[in-house]
């Protein structure tokens, strides 16, 4: 997907020059990221990269320290059109526990548009329709502790469906997935991005959706490292050797065992 440096009519995530620290310890190291419209953008690396913080810098849930943060050309202090955005944090057990069911769940990604008023026709189409895409329409009354661990996740990505968001984040959807779940997941989102949807992915490895991806970006110790065509070798090892630099990218980094 040829674009100019100078390219920003488009452009649904500019992250520039960020940085970011926890506790003590620098995570994001003066990182550049732009995800453009239509494109599909993998953010690989090793644990404590950085990669997780950096998305989530870009939804507001880590404040960076230098740098800035636009979402569709608004300053991140500034958006508020937040049904444009569907976001998938790292899947956890802790919401095995919740006594609700598959659709009520799904149904509080629609919060984004509805606000406090009842939901109408529509809004219930759109939550049975991203119940669907992930294949659970049969299920969509089981409550979601009886979900296996790719059931769950695939719930999480429906609710960030169902608003009908513009551009999708996603923080390891495929991590502790089984095969088949993969499959499904995969399968989503290539109906998403052939919809005109803009995806931001972290992920440890391609997988099936290797053939989705547009460019991949790759952070070592919370600097880029390689941004462009997908690297050729993937493994968790080959991922710090990629030798293209970018140019903001800190001339020391310190490791610092953070996880992402």
Partial sequence: MPQTADTTADT???LRRATAVLGSRPVLRGIDLTVRRGE????LGANGSGKSTAVR?????VPLTGGTVELFGTPLRRF?????VGYVPQRTTAASG????????V???RLSRTGLRLPRKADREAVDRAIALVGLADRAGDSVGALSGGQHQRVLIARALAAG????????????????????LAATLREQVAAGASVLLVLHELGPLEPLIDRAVVLRDGCVTHDGPPPEALGQHALPGHDHVHPHAASEPARTGLLT
Avoid: F, K
């Fill in 107 to 109: 149904s509080s990604g």
């Fill in 165 to 184: 968001p513009e551009l999708l984040i996603m923080d390891e959807p495929m991590a502790g997935v089984d095969l088949a779940s993969q499959e499904i």
């Fill in 57 to 61: 810098a870009v939804v507001g849930q």
């Fill in 98 to 105: 919740v006594p609700a069911t598959i659709r009520e769940v």
């Fill in 40 to 43: 599909v953008v993998a953010l």
């Fill in 80 to 84: 508020r059109q937040w049904a444009r």
């Fill in 12 to 14: 649904v995530i500019e």
